[in-house]
């Protein structure tokens, strides 16, 4: 009995122990923090450095689309619902094919989505023409535009040469890719991202950078990238302050043939 006394006291020193931990935030960084200002209170059972709140939502993803229960589709190949010309807001005017794709129609304008977006996690699949044409920079160029401004670089690299700053899987002018993992021409490559949205005070000045994670086919091509600001064709970045935007899908206007399919978003 004494003994089951003595347990119970330390159980609920330990389990008040732990709240001060969890009420000092969940941010990793503060708990590391709490741990480190400590002294002389290492745990010594493992239950006093478990965390059981909160839990995360469950999802689920789809057997066969892969698709996430809490994405948002943002296009599935059966219509331009969630889209628009980035122009002048009116009907999309790209191709939508049978094969549940769509392809840019050429010097018809970017399109763009009709929600705004923040932080995001991204999957995108595109493909350049199977039957090459043009060079350098005119060979299948397309572009990812977050938040409307910052481009992820779509293009058909292979046996084409170009700054390397502006390659596929560049963020364009700014981060060179850590590796070129390009599908073959014609064949269908995707990009899974995760981007931060920076964030601007009230009176409009850049206080955190946004970050941008690509993976190009499943591998790692942009790893937490600081981005500098907007992605200029000529110039340096720029940073006025922006809300959530669209993301935007690039036509180059030199008949990329282009195509994108399976798109969907998860609001982070
Ligand atoms: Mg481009």
Known sequence: MKKFLVLLVLMS????????????????????????EAPGEEP?????????????????????????SDAIVLFDGSNFDGWVSSKDSSAVKWILNPDKSMTVKNKTGDIQTKRNFGD??????????GEVRGEGQHRGN?????????????????????????????????????VKASAPSGEWNSYDVIYHAPKFNSEGRKIKAGTITVLHNGV???????????????????????????????????????????IWVREL
């Open 44 to 68: 010594t059972k493992p239950k006093q450095t478990e965390v059981w709140e909160p839990k995360p939502k469950e999802i689920t993803v789809d057997e066969v689309t892969r698709i996430p």
């Open 142 to 178: 397309s572009g990812i535009f977050i938040q409307g401004r910052y481009e992820i670089q779509v293009l058909d690299n292979n046996d084409n040469d170009t700054y390397v700053n502006g390659q596929v899987g560049s963020i364009y002018k700014q981060s060179i890719p850590l």
């Open 220 to 262: 790692l091509i942009q790893d937490h990238y600081i981005i500098k600001g907007t992605t200029e064709f000529i110039g340096w970045p720029k940073n006025k302050a922006h809300e959530k935007a669209p993301i935007k899908l690039q036509d180059h206007r030199d008949n990329s043939g282009v195509s994108y399919r399976n």
């Open 13 to 36: 020193f330990f389990s008040c122990k732990q709240q001060g931990f969890t009420e000092e935030g969940s941010e990793p960084e503060e708990l590391i923090k709490t741990f480190k």
């Open 120 to 129: 995001i996690q991204l999957h995108i699949e595109w493909k350049s023409p």
